[in-house]
């Protein structure tokens, strides 16, 4: 039997290459896509796996949305890269940035646990939590210390994922 995976964010770059590399690894790869008034799939058709992705319409802000996609593809792991990812526009939207980078993630992580508590989950996490530090390499035991709305939104995440 196949693994299946969820990606939130598939159509961005690093969800793009992910599924790209879950193929080749043999997975079946389904993808949880916020619908746009335009398409925004180009990564995923340079890459040339569109035709091989499942994807699903839904929104890590929508909790119902997601787990929906939990229940419809059964996955044994699950990938959120879904986030307002750019430090820039989260002092210009601070609240868009908690909610999609904060909240959304505590969405996906409570869904898992309500759907599919076995599945394995990955957060994706940013340098930015620990803002500037002292030693060049940080560790499991460097002090965070977010310095924009976008790294507190990330620390934010992290923190439910540990609960």
């Known amino acids: 039997m196949k693994k299946r995976a969820l990606i939130t964010g598939i159509t961005r770059q690093d969800g793009a290459y992910l599924a790209k590399f879950l193929l080749e690894q043999d997975y079946e790869v389904y993808g949880l896509r916020r619908r746009t008034s335009l398409p925004n799939e180009d990564r995923l058709l340079y890459l040339g796996v569109v035709d091989h992705v499942r994807l699903m319409d839904?929104?890590?802000?929508?909790?119902?949305?997601?787990?929906?996609?939990?229940?419809?593809?059964?996955?044994?792991?699950?990938?959120?890269?879904?986030?307002?990812?750019?430090?820039?526009?989260?002092?210009?939207q601070p609240l868009l940035t908690a909610q999609s980078t904060g909240v959304g993630a505590v969405n996906v992580l409570e869904a898992v646990r309500l759907v599919r508590p076995d599945?394995?989950?990955?957060?994706?996490?940013?340098?930015?939590?620990?803002?500037?530090?002292?030693?060049?390499?940080?560790?499991e035991t460097t002090m965070f210390h977010p310095r924009s709305p976008y790294a507190v939104a990330k620390l934010f995440a992290r923190a439910h994922e540990e609960s």
């Open 119 to 139: 599945a394995r989950v990955y957060q994706a996490s940013s340098s930015e939590m620990f803002g500037l530090v002292a030693d060049r390499i940080q560790s």
């Open 58 to 92: 839904g929104d890590i802000l929508d909790e119902s949305s997601v787990i929906a996609a939990l229940r419809a593809t059964e996955p044994h792991e699950v990938y959120n890269l879904a986030a307002q990812s750019f430090v820039g526009a989260s002092w210009r």
